[in-house]
T-cell receptor
Framework: GNSVTQMEGPVTLSEEAFLTINCTYT??????LFWYVQYPGEGLQLLLK?????DKGSNKGFEATYRKETTSFHLEKGSVQVSDSAVYFCALSDNQFYFGTGTSLTVIP | KAGVTQTPRYLIKTRGQQVTLSCSPISGHRSVSWYQQTPGQGLQFLFE???????NKGNFPGRFSGRQFSNSRSEMNVSTLELGDSALYLC????????????FGAGTRLSVL
């Protein structure tokens, strides 16, 4: 079946540090891959997506590349800000969405 | 364009009661999906409705049910509430179906005492 595994949190970084949140997936078909972000008290917002192998999704300085050979979709950002503090969810869609358990990120000044 | 609206934002119920949550999707979206979010389990898919028909269902007991109206608004009902039903319930809408980009509401926080 389909599933998503993402690195456990919480993650704490200093402002301007490099961020990587690992995500791997298992899928029977050719899913689309997504990163969503959830700020406190809010629902999930789409951060970026990739629909096929080798696609790179990017938004607000965040990037992730759809790697079919390693079944991965790791999220990266070169320089995090305090405002990036949130919970990040990796997800895949086949006939429905499957989410990872989320990784909490705290960025300290 | 207005986003996905969920009401109420907070609910407190006692065991054995039932509850109905409401979701108004983005205008033009015909698919509405429901998720349960808990600290231990993350987001778990409950079901998806498209044009008033349930198209997909997650692995939840029959106490969890839903429906969708002709204007695409959706309701979710939980009967005979249990303590373990305490969670954030999120609704998401999309244009083409559950595999397309999901746009989420802010959720309804349900506490069962």
């Amino acid at each position: 079946g389909n599933s998503v595994t993402q690195m456990e949190g919480p993650v704490t970084l200093s402002e301007e540090a490099f961020l990587t949140i690992n995500c791997t997936y298992t899928a029977t078909g050719y899913p689309s891959l997504f990163w969503y972000v959830q700020y406190p008290g809010e629902g999930l917002q789409l951060l970026l997506k990739a629909t096929k192998a080798d696609d790179k999704g990017s938004n607000k300085g965040f990037e992730a590349t759809y790697r079919k050979e390693t079944t991965s979709f790791h999220l990266e950002k070169g320089s995090v800000q305090v405002s990036d503090s949130a919970v990040y969810f990796c997800a895949l869609s086949d006939n429905q969405f499957y989410f990872g358990t989320g990784t909490s990120l705290t960025v300290i000044p | 364009k207005a986003g996905v609206t969920q009401t109420p934002r907070y609910l407190i119920k006692t065991r054995g009661q039932q509850v109905t949550l409401s979701c108004s999707p983005i205008s033009g979206h015909r698919s509405v999906s429901w998720y349960q979010q808990t600290p231990g389990q993350g987001l778990q898919f409950l079901f998806e409705y498209f044009s008033e028909t349930q198209r997909n269902k997650g692995n939840f007991p029959g106490r969890f049910s839903g429906r969708q109206f002709s204007n695409s608004r959706s309701e979710m009902n939980v009967s005979t509430l249990e303590l373990g039903d305490s969670a954030l319930y999120l609704c998401a809408s999309s244009q083409g179906g559950a595999k397309n980009i999901q746009y989420f509401g802010a959720g309804t926080r349900l506490s069962v005492l």
